[in-house]
């Protein structure tokens, strides 16, 4: 069992029709058709959005994912139309609401690995390969990868776990030239951002991307990227395979929820506890820090 510890009611706005309340981030169309995506302050973690929300967590994620696509434009067009609030759009929203182009949105998780982590460590222990890729004896957690590798994932609704998968199964899924395109993208984009990351002292370690398809079929950069929610940010000057990194994501959240502190199993049906003051405000602090050592920009 999983999903919201308490599912929030979706934003009534007048204009806007609600799509879907995702773990993240509210959808809306406008009456232009165009998508209105609203990215909320909510946390989530092995499967379940959590209790408090992170304050800045929305903005932050918002205006690191702006700065991250400016970027990247040159590689790969974004699906961002407007950063203005729709009329009638309460005032909370300011900060965290993209006006975007509406996509056929590509069901694939496309994930770029540099460094052994998370479940690509899980599986790595136990066959010497991630999603398939075969890779060399001898790596630990943090290990740097030869080069970095595709390692994609489904797409799951909220609740569901996304589950790894091969190059070949999503070949299968959304075809051969598909495919070729989005492990180029994927690898082409994190190549670009891991080494402007590196250059501000951060690794990224990995990251995940969503792609959708224009009308004329053009590979289009969708929802965000490169935040602390859909990557791994380690300090290089801390870097040391071998262990646990310290990060400036939400892993800090993980590893509260894992610990004995938390009381929690993981195993067992029950929601996960409220996260203690410390552990939201600390969090709030590295989200912080991630857009700030990235941009070199003081968040405020």
């Given at each position: 069992?999983?999903?919201?510890?308490?599912?929030?009611?979706?934003?009534?706005?007048?204009?806007?029709?609600?799509l879907?309340?995702g773990?993240?981030?509210?959808?809306?169309?406008?009456?232009?058709?165009?998508?209105?995506?609203?990215a909320?302050?909510?946390?989530s973690?092995?499967?379940?959005?959590?209790?408090?929300?992170?304050?800045?967590?929305?903005?932050?994620?918002?205006?690191?994912?702006l700065?991250?696509?400016?970027?990247?434009?040159d590689?790969?067009?974004?699906?961002?139309?407007?950063?203005?609030?729709?009329?009638?759009a309460?005032?909370?929203?300011?900060g965290?609401?993209?006006?975007?182009?509406?996509?056929?949105?590509?069901?694939?998780?496309?994930?770029a690995?540099g460094?052994?982590?998370?479940?690509?460590?899980?599986?790595?222990?136990?066959?010497?390969?991630?999603?398939?890729?075969?890779?060399?004896?001898g790596?630990?957690?943090?290990?740097e990868?030869?080069?970095?590798?595709f390692?994609?994932?489904?797409?799951?609704?909220?609740?569901?776990h996304?589950?790894?998968?091969?190059y070949?199964?999503v070949?299968?899924?959304v075809?051969?030239?598909?495919a070729?395109?989005?492990?180029?993208?994927?690898?082409?984009?994190?190549?670009?951002?891991?080494?402007?990351a590196?250059?501000?002292?951060?690794?990224?370690?990995?990251?995940?991307?969503?792609?959708?398809?224009?009308?004329?079929g053009?590979?289009?950069?969708?929802?965000?990227?490169?935040?602390?929610?859909?990557?791994?940010?380690w300090?290089a000057?801390a870097?040391?395979?071998?262990?646990?990194?310290?990060?400036?994501?939400?892993?800090?959240v993980?590893?509260?929820?894992?610990?004995?502190?938390?009381?929690?199993?993981r195993?067992?049906?029950?929601?996960?506890?409220?996260?203690?003051?410390?552990?939201?405000?600390q969090?709030?602090v590295?989200?912080?820090?991630?857009?700030?050592?990235?941009?070199?920009?003081?968040?405020?």
């Amino acid at each position: 069992m999983s999903g919201f510890v308490t599912k929030p009611e979706p934003v009534e706005v007048p204009g806007l029709i609600h799509l879907h309340t995702g773990k993240v981030r509210d959808l809306y169309t406008d009456p232009d058709g165009n998508l209105v995506m609203v990215a909320s302050n909510r946390m989530s973690a092995f499967d379940w959005v959590l209790d408090p929300e992170i304050p800045d967590k929305g903005r932050i994620l918002t205006s690191l994912s702006l700065w991250w696509f400016d970027l990247l434009s040159d590689l790969y067009p974004n699906h961002v139309l407007s950063t203005e609030l729709p009329a009638g759009a309460p005032a909370d929203w300011a900060g965290r609401t993209l006006v975007c182009r509406r996509l056929d949105m590509v069901p694939v998780e496309c994930v770029a690995r540099g460094y052994l982590a998370g479940s690509g460590l899980e599986e790595y222990r136990e066959h010497r390969t991630v999603c398939g890729v075969t890779l060399p004896e001898g790596l630990v957690d943090g290990s740097e990868l030869p080069a970095p590798i595709f390692t994609p994932a489904t797409k799951a609704a909220v609740g569901e776990h996304d589950e790894n998968v091969t190059y070949d199964q999503v070949a299968a899924q959304v075809g051969a030239d598909l495919a070729t395109r989005l492990r180029h993208a994927t690898l082409a984009v994190y190549t670009r951002a891991r080494d402007i990351a590196r250059d501000r002292g951060i690794i990224l370690a990995d990251t995940k991307f969503e792609f959708g398809l224009a009308p004329d079929g053009e590979l289009v950069l969708a929802d965000e990227v490169l935040t602390p929610d859909s990557s791994r940010f380690w300090p290089a000057d801390a870097w040391q395979p071998g262990q646990t990194q310290p990060s400036f994501d939400k892993q800090f959240v993980r590893d509260w929820l894992a610990s004995s502190a938390s009381g929690w199993d993981r195993k067992s049906e029950n929601p996960p506890p409220r996260l203690p003051d410390e552990v939201v405000e600390q969090t709030r602090v590295k989200y912080a820090e991630a857009y700030e050592r990235l941009t070199g920009r003081h968040w405020s």
